[in-house]
């Protein structure tokens, strides 16, 4: 299977409502840029920079953009670099010293109320990449 189609095998399995919740928040990620490619990380969908990038230690997690904690049909976004975002940060939550953030919906209502403030986090997030 693919990195897609794993990823769309993980949704299939949620709750019916949640699921289609689920995969049209998926897919605001997903057309925010072209180069933003997705896996199954950490038991859920992750969202990532697939482009070339200058080296780092895998460790410092600079790839990722945004992995799903969708425990107990919760939406929570976890951007484990979301402390460079200072322009777009009205969504992020949290102040953690390894400099993740976070990003609660309740519902799809709520998704698309704030889809394009997830894009804003998501295109700055892409402008600070440190591209070869």
């Not at 299939?12 to 997903?30: C, G, M, N, P, W």
């Not at 990038?53 to 049909?73: D, G, Q, S």
């Not at 709520?110 to 403030?117: A, F, P």
Request: aromatic share 10%; glycine share 4%; hydrophobic share 35%.
């Amino acid at each position: 299977m693919t990195d897609t189609q794993k990823v769309t095998n993980h949704i299939s399995k949620l709750d019916a409502d949640f699921a289609l919740t689920i995969e049209y928040l998926r897919q605001v990620i997903l057309k925010t840029d072209a180069e933003i490619a997705e896996q199954i990380k950490w038991n859920n969908p992750c969202y990532y920079y697939s482009g070339e990038m200058k080296a780092f230690k895998p460790k410092e997690y600079k790839r990722e953009i945004i992995v799903f904690n969708l425990h107990k049909n919760k939406i929570l976004l976890v951007l484990p670099t979301g402390a460079k975002i200072s322009k777009n940060k009205e969504l992020l939550e949290g102040d953690y010293t390894d400099g993740r953030r976070l990003i609660k919906f309740t519902d799809l209502e709520d998704i698309k109320s704030k889809e394009n403030l997830l894009q804003n986090v998501i295109k700055e997030w892409l402008e600070l990449v440190e591209k070869q």
